[in-house]
């Protein structure tokens, strides 16, 4: 199934993942992806924040129907970081890599960022997950 349709896009938002987690019928549509020009509470792992510049970082939600197991919803984050890697290699980022659990890194300088999120259907069976991204551009 394709991801990005339906793409909804907003000129600023809190943050995408908080919006699909407070808009939940919205996380019936696998593929759907939420994007903002500026986001302005972002979220990253353990609480921290995550600073989003108007048209400076590529911010986005995609929400995934995965079917997987619970023990296996951790490596969403891992294979995302694997497709945002294997999307920018060869594109002028020689000392491009990923470090675990979830940033990509040139360098040093942190390129992007990943927040994977189970929301509230998971108790009702649903291996449902929103996956968050935040790329500086």
Known sequence: MPLGKPLLEFEELPSTNSYLLGNISLCSQHGLTVWTHKQTSGRGRAGRTFISPSNQVLTFSV??????SEDRLHLWALWSGLALF????GKGLPNLRLKWPNDLLDGRRKLAGILVER??????GLNSLIIGIGLNV
């Not at 294997?86 to 290699?89: E, I, K, T």
């Not at 929301?119 to 009702?124: D, S, T, Y």
């Open 63 to 68: 929400v995934i129907h995965s079917g997987d």
């Open 86 to 89: 294997r999307s920018l290699s």
């Open 119 to 124: 929301g509230p259907w998971h108790q009702a």
